[in-house]
C-alpha cells in the first residue's frame, strides 16, 4: 500500500516530517510521500511560508529517505495553480527535482478576484455571491478553466481532487450529475487522461465528514473505467491518524469498477 498525498507541519499538517514518515513505517506502506503545499505568492496561512523554507523541508525528506527501512519515502508538493499569484511548477522542477507534482486548485481566480473553495464555508458563500452572483455554473466554469489551464501548461503528474468545488455546495446550489457541470468534470478529466496525468481519488472529504463522496465522486467512476484513466488513492493525510483512511473501502471499489490504478513502482 502506497500514500503519496500527505501534509506536515511545513504547511498546514499536524505532525513533522519525521513523525508522518514513522507512521508510515508502522504501518507497513510501500511507499510514502509528503506533498506539502508548495508556496504562492502571497502570505497565507496554509502553504510551505517561503521558498526559503523549501529547502528546509526537502532536507527534513531527505534525512527520512536515508533513514532506510522497507518503506521508500518520497518527496513530493501539492502546487497550487493561480494564474498570476503561484510560481511556475517547472520552478520547483529545476530547482527541487522532486518526486512529482501534485496540482491543485484551491482558490479560483476571476477577474481579479479569489473565490477559495477550499476555506471556510462563509467564505465559499461569500465568494460565490460577490465574484458570481450565485452563478454556480459560472463559478464552476471558472474553476474547471483554471484546472484546464493548469493541465496544459503546468503537467503535473497528478491531479488533486478535481472536483473539490463541491466540498461546500451540500447539494445546495447545483447537484453533482447536472449536465453542465457533469460536463466540465468529464472534459477536464479526458484533457487530463490525454497528457497521462494521473487522477488522484482523495478520500478526506469522506472522513471529515465534509462531503458524501470522493473528490472525484463514485459518479465518475464509469467514465474513468471507459477511458482508462489511471487513478491513485490519496487520503490527503493532515495528521498521523490519517495518511491511510479509507483506503480499504476506496480499493475495493476500484477493483470492483475495474479502474486502472496508476504504478506507484514508476516514482
Ligand atoms: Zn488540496
Ligand atoms: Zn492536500
Given at each position: 500500500m502506497y500514500s503519496i498525498h500527505n501534509h506536515s507541519t511545513f504547511c498546514d499538517g499536524k505532525n513533522s516530517v519525521a513523525e508522518m514518515s514513522n507512521a508510515a513505517r508502522k504501518a507497513g506502506l510501500t511507499h510514502f510521500g509528503l506533498s506539502g503545499h508548495a508556496p504562492v505568492l502571497f502570505e497565507n496561512e496554509w502553504s510551505i511560508a517561503s521558498v526559503e523554507k523549501l529547502d528546509e523541508y526537502f532536507a527534513a525528506i531527505a534525512t527520512e529517505k536515508a533513514t532506510g527501512g522497507k518503506t521508500k519515502i518520497l518527496a513530493g508538493l501539492e502546487a497550487d495553480y493561480i494564474p498570476g499569484l503561484s510560481y511556475p511548477f517547472d520552478f520547483f522542477r529545476k530547482s527541487y527535482q522532486p518526486d512529482y507534482l501534485i496540482g491543485s486548485i484551491h482558490l479560483v481566480s476571476f477577474e481579479g478576484q479569489l473565490w477559495f473553495i477550499d476555506g471556510p464555508v462563509e467564505g465559499y458563500d461569500n465568494g460565490l455571491k460577490t465574484i458570481f452572483g450565485n452563478d454556480i455554473r459560472k463559478a464552476a466554469k471558472a474553476f474547471y478553466n483554471q484546472t484546464c489551464e493548469m493541465i496544459e501548461t503546468q503537467k503535473p503528474d497528478i491531479l488533486g481532487?478535481?472536483?473539490?468545488?463541491l466540498m461546500h455546495n451540500r447539494n445546495r446550489f447545483i447537484k453533482h450529475d447536472d449536465p453542465y457541470l457533469f460536463n466540465l468534470l468529464k472534459e477536464t478529466l479526458m484533457l487530463a487522461t490525454e497528457k497521462d496525468i494521473v487522477v488522484e481519488i482523495n478520500t478526506r472529504g469522506i472522513y471529515k465528514g465534509l462531503h458524501n463522496d470522493y473528490y472525484p465522486g463514485q459518479y465518475i467512476f464509469p467514465f474513468l473505467k471507459e477511458n482508462k484513466t489511471k487513478v491513485m488513492m490519496s487520503a490527503d493525510g493532515h495528521d498521523t491518524s490519517q495518511i491511510i483512511l479509507g483506503f480499504d473501502k476506496l480499493h475495493s471499489l476500484i477493483e470492483t469498477e475495474s479502474l486502472i490504478e496508476f504504478d506507484i513502482f514508476r516514482l
Amino acid at each position: 500500500m502506497y500514500s503519496i498525498h500527505n501534509h506536515s507541519t511545513f504547511c498546514d499538517g499536524k505532525n513533522s516530517v519525521a513523525e508522518m514518515s514513522n507512521a508510515a513505517r508502522k504501518a507497513g506502506l510501500t511507499h510514502f510521500g509528503l506533498s506539502g503545499h508548495a508556496p504562492v505568492l502571497f502570505e497565507n496561512e496554509w502553504s510551505i511560508a517561503s521558498v526559503e523554507k523549501l529547502d528546509e523541508y526537502f532536507a527534513a525528506i531527505a534525512t527520512e529517505k536515508a533513514t532506510g527501512g522497507k518503506t521508500k519515502i518520497l518527496a513530493g508538493l501539492e502546487a497550487d495553480y493561480i494564474p498570476g499569484l503561484s510560481y511556475p511548477f517547472d520552478f520547483f522542477r529545476k530547482s527541487y527535482q522532486p518526486d512529482y507534482l501534485i496540482g491543485s486548485i484551491h482558490l479560483v481566480s476571476f477577474e481579479g478576484q479569489l473565490w477559495f473553495i477550499d476555506g471556510p464555508v462563509e467564505g465559499y458563500d461569500n465568494g460565490l455571491k460577490t465574484i458570481f452572483g450565485n452563478d454556480i455554473r459560472k463559478a464552476a466554469k471558472a474553476f474547471y478553466n483554471q484546472t484546464c489551464e493548469m493541465i496544459e501548461t503546468q503537467k503535473p503528474d497528478i491531479l488533486g481532487h478535481p472536483d473539490k468545488l463541491l466540498m461546500h455546495n451540500r447539494n445546495r446550489f447545483i447537484k453533482h450529475d447536472d449536465p453542465y457541470l457533469f460536463n466540465l468534470l468529464k472534459e477536464t478529466l479526458m484533457l487530463a487522461t490525454e497528457k497521462d496525468i494521473v487522477v488522484e481519488i482523495n478520500t478526506r472529504g469522506i472522513y471529515k465528514g465534509l462531503h458524501n463522496d470522493y473528490y472525484p465522486g463514485q459518479y465518475i467512476f464509469p467514465f474513468l473505467k471507459e477511458n482508462k484513466t489511471k487513478v491513485m488513492m490519496s487520503a490527503d493525510g493532515h495528521d498521523t491518524s490519517q495518511i491511510i483512511l479509507g483506503f480499504d473501502k476506496l480499493h475495493s471499489l476500484i477493483e470492483t469498477e475495474s479502474l486502472i490504478e496508476f504504478d506507484i513502482f514508476r516514482l
